[in-house]
Structures are given as structure tokens and as C-alpha cells.
């Protein structure tokens, strides 16, 4: 299964691109194993000012055809990283073929477009800059490959 996040915004060279590419090469490395590939990140960026509306938009556009649609968004389902790890076999051995995460930009997602999710994943009951919701969720996605391979990252 391929993995994609779908992001608002451009994510620069800088602490939090070097954290995130780390946990995604570290995912990539233990996720092989396991059937899922590579993520890849496709980012959007709205230069005309459009608001929500537009990011969706260009949200839409970048989501892969038939993939599993999981909205980052404060109001979705707080999980444990087990029950998230779960989450994510269950879908691949479904036989699903992609996984995208949506991340939209300050201002969230757009309502018509967090309606078409298939899931929506809470980080938290805090707000998170968008650029450390990408870091969060990179961690967290590695952290379910190492819980699927029985590794020892994760500790109960």
C-alpha cells in the first residue's frame, strides 16, 4: 500500500523537514517489510489567496484516485499509536492500494472536503502548526511499521 501525505503548504529546509524526512526514511526501511511503500508528500499551496475553498481544491487534485481518505482534523478520533498501527494493516490488507493523509493550512480543513474522509484522526485536543502535524504524523507512522514488526520502539 502506498502511503501519501497531502499537505497546505510548503515545508522548508529547516529542523522539522530534517525530523520529518528521518521518521519517513526510518518508515520506509520497516513499512517495506509489511507491504507499504515509500510516502510520498504532495504539497499544495494556494498563491491567489482563496481561502479554504481553494486549498481543498488543490487538496483534491493531489489526493490519489480510490485512496483511503484519513483528515488530520481536532475533531476527529483521538487513538492509541496500537490502535492506529491496526487501523493501517486493516486497510492495506483490504486490499486498499493507497493511503492519504490530508493536512490542511492554518485555517484547517475545508468542511466539503473533510466530509469525503473516510476517517479523520485526531493528533490531539491541542491545535498543531500544520508543519509539526506533518512531523507528528511522520513519527506516528513509523511508529505503527515498528509496532507491526514487533520492534522494540514502541514500549507499553
Known amino acids: 500500500m502506498r502511503l501519501h501525505i497531502c499537505a497546505v503548504g510548503r515545508m522548508r529546509a529547516g529542523p522539522e523537514r530534517a525530523i520529518f524526512d528521518n521518521y519517513m526514511l526510518r518508515a520506509e526501511r520497516t513499512g517495506r517489510a509489511l507491504g507499504l511503500g515509500a510516502a510520498t508528500l504532495h504539497e499544495v499551496e494556494d498563491k491567489k489567496g482563496g481561502g479554504l475553498d481553494a486549498e481543498a481544491a488543490l487538496l483534491e487534485r493531489a489526493l490519489p484516485q480510490g485512496a483511503v481518505r484519513v483528515a488530520l482534523d481536532e475533531r476527529g478520533r483521538l487513538l492509541t499509536s496500537p490502535d492506529f498501527a491496526a487501523r493501517v494493516a486493516d486497510w492495506r490488507d483490504m486490499g486498499r492500494s493507497d493511503l492519504a493523509f490530508i493536512i490542511g493550512g492554518a485555517d484547517g ?48
Request: no cysteine.
Open 109 to 156: 480543513i475545508a468542511p466539503f472536503l473533510r466530509e469525503t474522509a473516510d476517517f479523520t484522526l485526531s493528533l490531539g485536543k491541542m491545535v498543531w502548526p500544520h508543519m509539526l502535524a506533518r512531523v507528528m504524523l511522520a513519527e506516528q507512522i513509523y511508529r505503527a511499521t515498528t509496532i507491526l514488526t514487533g520492534g522494540p520502539y514502541h514500549r507499553t
